[in-house]
């Protein structure tokens, strides 16, 4: 049974019943959230392993019979001591979301989001996506034996998700234009279809799910929350969702702290980034966003106000980086640590590598950076590798050993 929870509005709070499908305020129009009563209360989860419900007092699914799982969560927090020493920080920690069952962070989120929707009794689940959500959903879709839909931007999706949402048997609508288009899309279908339910990150209790990274983070690091966290942002459900845990986390007096929260862009997709430099209370959408790192390249986050916020609050900030340092990031990653992530994840360690370079972030600081979703999902980022190791070799020549040992 989860602790008591209600739902209300994230800008005029006001309150709406737990069962509702609305994930806007009729009032004011912002988006909802979750808010769990926390009092200093006893911690029940120590003895569990490490995972999503693992944390089940603070996800709001009334009946344990609704929950639909794939085993997510419990991902690693990677000590990264070699890239750390080059990019001149001590104590540099990578959470690989690429570990989760559908190979990125959206797993946490679906868990809790499609078990809520079984527990409110839909059976037609939907989401715009520029592919991760559309692969987790389609999965978790499949399990619990619900229609799903996904509206994503023709030609604009990676092809290893593209590939997940087939196997699992979605029913796919292509939209001509960016991630915008098919998010309008999805807004106006589950406005004037209430069957469909929606699960984007506008759905509060998705947010709930991906919550569980920063418990994790602060369960993993003993106790302590990181100073700094460091992760991409597209429409910003992730950012807010990490922020709020940390937050509950220490309200609960689990941890003592909370990280400056620092969000990165690919250039030509910033609006928050922008909105951020620019120190403005909203964001200006950018239109036709561009980036290689097509999970992020979106130009109206449907969650910014709550992306401001969080980075107001936390005293972080965001930065935006160019596709050659995404791409720098990502070969550095993969070539010095042992973590392939997908162009978008990497913005968090290009980030990271700029906001160093700035004096942004000190030396002795400790830091996370989320790494949010797989490498094997893109693969056309094959064609960007300039120097690759490769040699032809032929056997049947008496000194091919010799002249494998002269190249290394
Ligand atoms: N990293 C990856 C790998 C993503 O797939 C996404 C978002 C983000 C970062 C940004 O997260 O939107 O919460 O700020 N992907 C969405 C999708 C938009 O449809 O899969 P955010």
Redesign the pocket.
Known sequence: MPWPYRLRCFNCHTHYPTQTTNYRCEKCGDPLEVSFQISRRKIPWKNRALSVWRYRELLPVDNDRFITTLAEGGTGLHHCPRLGREIGLKRLYVKNEGENPTG???DRGMTVALSKARELGKRKVV????????ASLAAYSARAGLTCIVIVPEGKVAAGKMLQVMIHGAKIFLVTGD?DEAMRAVVALTDRRKGFYLMN?LNPFRLEGQKTLAYEVCDQLDGEAPDTLV?????????SAIWKGFREFQDLGVTKTSPRMIGIQAERAAPIAKAVKGKQDSIQPVVNPQTIAS??R?GS?V?WSKVLHAIKESHGTAKTVSDKEILAAQRDLASKEGIFV?P??AASIAGLRKSRELGRIDRSDLVVCVT??HGLKDPSVVDRIRHPESYSLNITQPDWIERLERVL
């Open positions: 990125s962070f959206k989401c715009a996506s520029t592919g991760n959500t559309a991630f990150s992760l991409p942002v597209g429409n910003g459900g992730n950012i999970a992020i979106i986050p969650n997908e978008a994840s949010t979703g």
